[in-house]
């Protein structure tokens, strides 16, 4: 795995991260999965300390399917495979952001990344916003 971007913060290793790292009540740690190379977000799932503890010690992206109740390793039936190159827990230690090599489509519906499916438009007052930068 590659270092996640510079910051001040230091490097935990796996240990240290399942020891900082905040489950939800439910037990479960968000991941944003994001492609190393563009940097686009690619999905969202779930972790439990032992799907985290997987994740960060087997190079391979290991999350705990809410509906099966079962783990599932991306691509061990589709061949879509996410290596692991970074991972930073938030701020809050409560979400997980894991950068990835994707081999193939990262949605289960063929789409390269979940997001492309449902593109919504957010309404926003630009007049506003751009007044203001002009003021």
């Not at 991941?31 to 503890?53: F, N, P, W």
């Not at 970074?86 to 979400?95: F, K, N, Q």
Request: aromatic share 6%.
């Amino acid at each position: 795995m590659t270092d996640p971007p510079s910051t001040d913060a230091p490097t935990l290793d796996a240990q240290e991260a399942l020891a900082l790292a905040q489950f939800g009540s439910d037990g479960l740690l968000t991941a944003v999965v994001q492609e190393e190379a563009t940097r686009q977000v690619l999905m969202v799932g779930y972790m439990d300390r032992e799907a985290l503890r997987r994740t960060l010690t087997e190079g391979r992206a290991v999350f705990w399917s809410r509906s099966r109740q079962e783990y599932w390793r991306k691509g061990d039936t589709s061949g879509h495979v996410q290596y692991v190159r970074g991972a930073a827990l938030d701020c809050d230690a409560d979400a997980l952001l894991l950068t990835v090599e994707q081999v193939g489509p990262a949605c289960h519906t063929g789409a390269h990344a979940c997001f492309d499916t449902h593109p919504v438009h957010a309404e926003t007052d630009t007049d506003e916003h751009s007044a203001g930068a002009h003021a």
